[in-house]
């Protein structure tokens, strides 16, 4: 069966700071994969997605970059941490048209 | 209009209550359609999908009506562990979903 694993849960960083969250997918091979941002109390909001190693879409302009260097593996990183970054973090693949997610990665920038 | 769009809530009722949730969405075109739960501070799960009139599964039902673009989730006999926010989604585009800002359920005892 299908796993997904996120890494870390929780997250704390100072502003100014670099930030990288990986995510992996196993039991399956060329999966789409996405990370979202929810921030406290609003939507999902997709950061990027990914149909293949290296091919990156980017929903929205932002202070965040995403790379794709194995099939399964998913990366979101940041040079430098802004205020605004803090949220609840979210991998997620699919197949078909249902998405499954990680257990997602609480940051706070402080 | 909102591509996806549903009344945030909360929705409180008591133990045993039936409660239905709406969820409306703006592109015609949408073929199928889904509904997850999210529990506080957790990743949403799926629920249901929606791929013709309706799903059934257990005390949950969901119906879709094509002429007024909705989707509805019904809870029957309800529990304190429904108590969660309910997320409607509509694929979009290429391999997108539209999310709904959720629907806050609080099963009271």
């Known amino acids: 069966s299908q796993t997904i694993h996120q890494w870390p849960a929780t997250l704390v960083q100072p502003v100014g700071s670099p930030l990288s969250l990986e995510c992996t997918v196993e039991?399956?091979?060329?999966?789409?994969l996405y990370w979202y941002r929810q921030a406290a109390g609003r939507g999902l909001q997709l950061l990027f997605y990914?149909?293949?190693?290296?091919?990156i879409s980017s929903e929205v302009p932002q202070n965040l970059s995403a790379s794709r260097p194995q099939d399964r593996q998913f990366i979101l990183s940041s040079k430098k941490l802004l205020l605004s970054d803090s949220g609840f973090y979210l991998c997620?693949?699919?197949?078909?048209?249902?998405?499954?997610f990680g257990q997602g990665t609480r940051l706070t920038v402080v | 209009r909102k591509e996806v769009e549903q009344d945030p809530g909360p929705f409180n009722v008591p133990e045993g209550a039936t409660v239905a949730f709406n969820c409306t969405y703006s592109?015609?075109?949408?073929?199928?359609f889904f509904w997850y739960r999210q529990d506080c501070r957790k990743e949403p799960k799926l629920l249901m999908s929606?791929?013709?009139?309706?799903n059934e599964d257990g005390r949950f039902t969901a119906q879709l009506n094509r002429a007024s673009q909705y989707i509805s989730l019904l809870i029957r006999d309800s529990k304190l562990s429904d108590s969660a926010t309910y997320l409607c989604?509509?694929?979009?585009?290429?391999?997108?979903?539209?999310w709904g800002l959720g629907t806050s359920l609080a099963v009271n005892p």
């Open positions: 997620a693949w699919n197949l078909g048209l249902e998405a499954f």
């Open positions: 039991g399956t091979s060329n999966p789409n």
């Open positions: 990914s149909v293949g190693i290296g091919q």
């Open positions: 592109n015609s075109a949408s073929q199928s």
């Open positions: 929606v791929y013709s009139s309706g």
């Open positions: 989604v509509v694929p979009g585009n290429n391999r997108k979903l539209i």
